[in-house]
Structures are given as C-alpha cells and as structure tokens.
C-alpha cells in the first residue's frame, strides 16, 4: 500500500476523532517518552502505549511497588470494525539486538558456538531475571512468571506475522518526517490528507 491509501487516511482521521473524543490528556503530543510514562507509572493516566521493553517496570523492577504491579495489565489494541487486515493475532515489532561473528575470525566455530548457547540461555533468564520478552521461543512449563508476561508470551506464540516499524525500515530523511508529522497529526497542526500527502510525495520522490 501507498502512504496515501484510503486505509491509511482514514487512520489518521480517527487518530484524530480520538483526540476530539478527549482520548489523551492535553499536550500528550509535546511529552518525552518518560513525562508520558510518568503519568501512567503515577496512575495519571489509564493506558499506556508502549512495547515489551518496558514490562521490567511491571515485573522484575524493585523500585515500583508490588501493588500498583499487581493492578497493571496488558491487551492487544482493538480491531476497527470494518478495518483491513483484522488479524488479531497480527503484531507489530522486532529484536532489539543482534549478536555477529566476524567472518575473519580465529575463533568462528567457538565464537558461534557460544553464540548459540547465550541466545538459548540469554531466552530463559531474560524473562525470568530480566523481566524482558527475547525474540527467540521460551518453555514457560516450569517457569513462575508474572501473570502479564504469560499472557504476552502466550500471544505472541500464536501470531499469525510480526511487521516491522515503518520507521525502521525507511531511509533517514523519511524516518524524520514520519515522526515530525505524527506529532503534527496528535497535535493537529495538520490535516490527515496533509499527513497523508506529504509523506506520499517523498517516498515517491526516493523512488524516482
């Protein structure tokens, strides 16, 4: 699809019915990552929209208090009715790191050998110590584990695909404005054509 697909327009101006709807608190497009964490950590806010590396706040981190861990929990964004591709069991993501082996090293068998042994090793302990979902298959059978990553390890074990972000996966300059132009959406400083838009012309624009 193009960034000016009907589907993706019609994204942006429900984003912004949402904020028309008093669906997030006022000025959320100008907080940090961590102001708009506080808030929910504060119990400010009700929901938080976020990824899997923050579940340590809500698992392993002794700084948060046991009780407000136990009232915080997770579920997966809601369909839109009458949406393309409603595949609940569709997520979007990626490993945060990659581990390499230099192709001239003295060492490449141990090297990969040890390699494979951190990574199987590394998908046990990160749940159970770490409080961190790794992106290789984790034997939860005999693992105690808080309830919320049982239920995002059970989740992601059935997914149907794993999409990765847009931002990633584009060059610099429209990474850049992808950003500054979903801060102006939240914001409405923009329209959701103009949203659309300007996006659509510069990855036209790389293409040429």
Request: net charge neutral; proline share 3%.
């Given at each position: 699809?193009?960034?000016?697909?009907?589907?993706?327009?019609?994204?942006?101006q429900e984003v912004q019915n949402l904020i028309d709807m008093g669906g997030f608190i006022n000025g959320a497009s100008a907080l940090s990552y961590e102001d708009a964490k506080g808030y929910f950590m504060n119990e400010?806010?009700?929901?938080?929209?976020?990824a899997t590396w923050e579940l340590p706040n809500y698992t392993t981190n002794h700084?948060?208090?046991?009780?407000?861990?136990?009232?915080?929990?997770y579920f997966k964004f809601p369909l839109y009715e009458g949406g393309k591709g409603t595949d609940h069991?569709?997520?979007?993501?990626?490993?945060?790191?990659?581990?390499?082996?230099a192709k001239?090293?003295?060492?490449?068998?141990?090297?990969?050998?040890?390699?494979?042994?951190?990574v199987k090793e590394w998908g046990k302990k990160s749940v159970t110590d770490a409080g961190v979902i790794p992106a290789t298959k984790v034997d939860t059978s005999n693992l105690k584990l808080s309830p919320i990553n049982m239920d995002i390890l059970k989740d992601l074990s059935e997914t149907s695909n794993v999409t990765t972000y847009f931002d990633t996966q584009t060059s610099p300059a429209?990474?850049?404005l992808h950003?500054?132009?979903?801060?102006?959406l939240f914001g409405k400083q923009v329209t959701p054509k103009e949203f659309v838009k300007q996006q659509a012309e510069i990855l036209a624009k790389e293409q040429e």
């Open positions: 699809a193009k960034m000016d697909d009907p589907a993706i327009l019609k994204a942006a400010k806010a009700a929901m938080f929209l976020t700084d948060v208090k046991q009780e407000l861990k136990e009232r915080i929990g069991n569709s997520f979007v993501g990626g490993p945060g790191v990659g581990l390499f082996v001239d090293s003295k060492v490449k068998k141990e090297a990969k050998d040890f390699v494979g042994f951190f429209v990474s850049e950003h500054e132009l979903i801060t102006a």
